[in-house]
C-alpha cells in the first residue's frame, strides 16, 4: 500500500531545511522586538510656575499677559530637549519651546479667554522620539 517511497527521500533534508529557515525568522523578529530604540519614550509637562510665584495654577480673565513655565521630563526624570508645548482652549492658543533644561516659558494673554465661571486649558507637549503628552484640565481659567 505505502511501497512508494519517492515522496520520503528529501523529507528529513527538508524539515532540517525548513527549521533552519523558521529559526533564522523568529531570531529576527527577536532582535527587532528587543530593540528599544524604536519604541517611543513616555513624557510628562508640569506647570512650574506663573509669572515667578510656585503657589498659583490658575489664571484669571483680563488680567494681562501671564508668564507659564512648563518643565518637561522623560521617563528617566531628564529633560526633553526641543519639545514644542501648547496651551489651548477656551479660545485662545500659546506655545513655546522646551530648553536645554526642558523648561519651556509661554505667554498667555487673559484678555483672549471666552469664558463663563470657570474653565480649563488644554497642554500638549510634542517631541521627536517620544510619545504626545496631553493634560485636559491643565490651567484653569476662572472669571472674576
Do not use: C
Request: proline share 2%; net charge negative.
Amino acid at each position: 500500500m505505502f511501497r512508494d517511497e519517492t515522496a520520503t527521500v528529501g523529507l528529513p533534508m527538508r524539515m532540517v531545511v525548513l527549521t533552519i529557515v523558521g529559526m533564522a525568522g523568529l531570531a529576527a523578529m527577536i532582535i527587532f522586538i528587543g530593540d528599544m530604540s524604536l519604541v517611543p519614550k513616555t513624557m510628562h509637562a508640569d506647570i512650574t510656575g506663573i509669572d515667578n510665584s510656585t503657589t498659583s495654577s490658575v489664571l484669571h480673565v483680563n488680567n494681562g499677559t501671564k508668564n507659564v513655565t512648563i518643565r518637561v521630563i522623560d521617563i528617566d526624570g531628564g529633560p526633553v530637549v526641543g519639545a514644542t508645548v501648547v496651551f489651548y482652549g477656551l479660545h485662545t492658543s500659546a506655545s513655546g519651546m522646551t530648553d536645554s533644561n526642558g523648561n519651556a516659558l509661554v505667554n498667555i494673554n487673559t484678555s483672549s479667554f471666552i469664558v463663563s465661571g470657570e474653565g480649563y486649558l488644554k497642554l500638549s507637549a510634542k517631541a521627536s522620539g517620544f510619545v504626545d503628552y496631553q493634560n485636559d484640565f491643565a490651567l484653569k481659567v476662572v472669571d472674576s
